[in-house]
T-cell receptor, first 117, second 109 residues
Framework: DAGVTQSPTHLIKTRGQQVTLRCSPK?????VSWYQQALGQGPQFIFQYYEEEERQRGNFPDRFSGHQFPNYSSELNVNALLLGDSALYLC????????????????FGPGTRLTVL | EDQVTQSPEALRLQEGESSSLNCSYT??????LFWYRQDPGKGPEFLFT???AGEEKEKERLKATLTKKESFLHITAPKPEDSATYLC??????????FGPGTRLSVLP
């Protein structure tokens, strides 16, 4: 059973550049959420995608955007990178279209470590 | 504003020394409380989901409990391999998950 996968593992960018991170959900899952985790802190919710649409969004600027594809995989795009965007970016998948007891469980990928210089 | 706090921030235990981690929350419309374990540089690993006050879940040396305002993660006779950051998260109305800052646990042999 394939778990959540993310690519790339590490990424180094400079201020002002743009970056795209990718995520494939756990087999059978249809919903993808993205989180930003700064060093020593808990993950912060960025947004969630379901049925190829952004369903909910956290307190992040419009520089953060995303996309979900028909195969449920997802991308996170960040424009005009700032030093403060350096963090571990986590993707989590879950199941919306299923039994209620299963819907709330989110499974995380290994993350992409983004460093902005 | 939905808020989750965890205590202590860090905890050092001797192998076999049992203890508890606390997660306190102030949210509107709790849909579930989740515990995760996170090793350095890796994604969180799902441990437990709790839905209602009084509920308990167990897995090996870990036991999670839930009240109306807080949750506890009890660690019985911990081993060095239990060393990790333990994250608590609550799912509020909609699909949003709010995470606490975590408790860094070190178990010394």
């Amino acid at each position: 059973d394939a778990g959540v996968t993310q690519s790339p593992t590490h990424l180094i960018k400079t201020r002002g550049q743009q970056v795209t991170l990718r995520c494939s959900p756990k087999s059978g899952h249809d919903t993808v959420s993205w989180y930003q985790q700064a060093l020593g802190q808990g993950p912060q919710f960025i947004f969630q995608y379901y049925e190829e649409e952004e369903r909910q969004r956290g307190n992040f600027p419009d520089r953060f955007s995303g996309h979900q594809f028909p195969n449920y995989s997802s991308e996170l795009n960040v424009n005009a990178l700032l030093l403060g965007d350096s963090a571990l970016y986590l993707c989590a998948s879950s199941l919306t279209s299923g039994r209620a007891v299963m819907r709330n469980e989110q499974f995380f990928g290994p993350g992409t470590r983004l460093t902005v210089l | 504003e939905d808020q989750v706090t965890q205590s202590p921030e860090a905890l050092r235990l001797q192998e076999g020394e049992s203890s508890s981690l606390n997660c306190s929350y102030t949210v509107s419309g709790l849909r579930g409380l989740f515990w995760y374990r996170q090793d350095p540089g890796k994604g969180p690993e799902f441990l437990f989901t709790l839905y209602s006050a009084g509920e308990e879940k167990e897995k090996e040396r870990l036991k999670a409990t839930l009240t109306k305002k807080e949750s506890f993660l009890h660690i019985t006779a911990p081993k060095p391999e239990d060393s990790a950051t333990y994250l608590c998260a609550v799912q509020v109305s909609g699909q949003n998950f709010v995470f606490g800052p975590g408790t860094r646990l070190s178990v010394l042999p």
